[in-house]
T-cell receptor
Framework: DAKTTQPPSMDCAEGRAANLPCNHS???????VYWYRQIHSQGPQYIIH???NNETNEMASLIITEDRKSSTLILPHATLRDTAVYYC??????????FGTGTSLTVIP | EAGVAQSPRYKIIEKRQSVAFWCNPI?????LYWYQQILGQGPKLLIQ????????DSQLPKDRFSAERLKGVDSTLKIQPAKLEDSAVYLC???????????????FGEGSWLTVV
């Protein structure tokens, strides 16, 4: 299994960009990198996913290094509602998501 | 598009009692998952269905947990008898396909919170 490593917690000032790193050094060539977030008392919410190229959607941008060993999720203008636990998932085996403990992001007013 | 529906939202039971959780996936989604999330941890996969067949139940404690998806749509997760360590959030999720392919995303419900006292 490709193991992902994330910092346990991060702070970000409201209105600034939040950059959340993830290491997935054992990811294989055909495995996507997915990001989810979980706001307190809610189910995980899909954010974005990518394979090799950088991706952007209405929620965030995903930057994947050329060697695919790490990625960064970017929330361009963090708001208080972005306070959540962010999970980087580096393996899809038969589409089974294995979650780690994630990064707890706190957006500070 | 309606999301993944789960009920009940909250349940408190005494140890050794039984409990059942219900899930209705997003329409057209063939794959359904049950996850267990203990406070402070990430979700852990318990069982995965493809239509009404089990793809993986290797993490399901089969001595007390059971799950079914009889008609390939709704699913029920049962715990009998419950233990204190079963206190957790039980998350149901669904995806359109089983295999990894572009655009295949897993969508989660709000979860069913279980407290065993």
């Amino acid at each position: 299994d490709a193991k992902t490593t994330q910092p346990p917690s991060m702070d970000c000032a409201e209105g600034r960009a939040a950059n959340l790193p993830c290491n997935h050094s054992t990811i294989s060539g055909n495995e996507y990198v997915y990001w989810y977030r979980q706001i307190h008392s809610q189910g995980p919410q899909y954010i974005i996913h990518g394979l090799k190229n950088n991706e952007t959607n209405e929620m965030a941008s995903l930057i994947i290094t050329e060697d695919r060993k790490s990625s960064t999720l970017i929330l361009p203008h963090a708001t208080l509602r972005d306070t959540a636990v962010y999970y980087c998932i580096g393996i899809l085996l038969g589409n089974q998501f294995y979650f780690g403990t994630g990064t707890s992001l706190t957006v500070i007013p | 598009e309606a999301g993944v529906a789960q009920s009940p939202r909250y349940k408190i039971i005494e140890k050794r009692q039984s409990v059942a959780f219900w899930c209705n996936p997003i329409s057209g989604h063939a794959t359904l998952y049950w996850y267990q999330q203990i406070l402070g941890q990430g979700p852990k996969l318990l069982i995965q269905f493809q239509n009404n067949g089990v793809v993986d139940d290797s993490q399901l404690p089969k001595d007390r947990f059971s799950a079914e998806r009889l008609k390939g749509v709704d699913s029920t997760l049962k715990i009998q008898p419950a233990k204190l360590e079963d206190s957790a959030v039980y998350l149901c999720a669904s995806s359109r396909w089983w295999e990894q392919r572009p655009g295949n995303t897993i969508y989660f419900g709000e979860g069913s919170w279980l407290t065993v006292v």
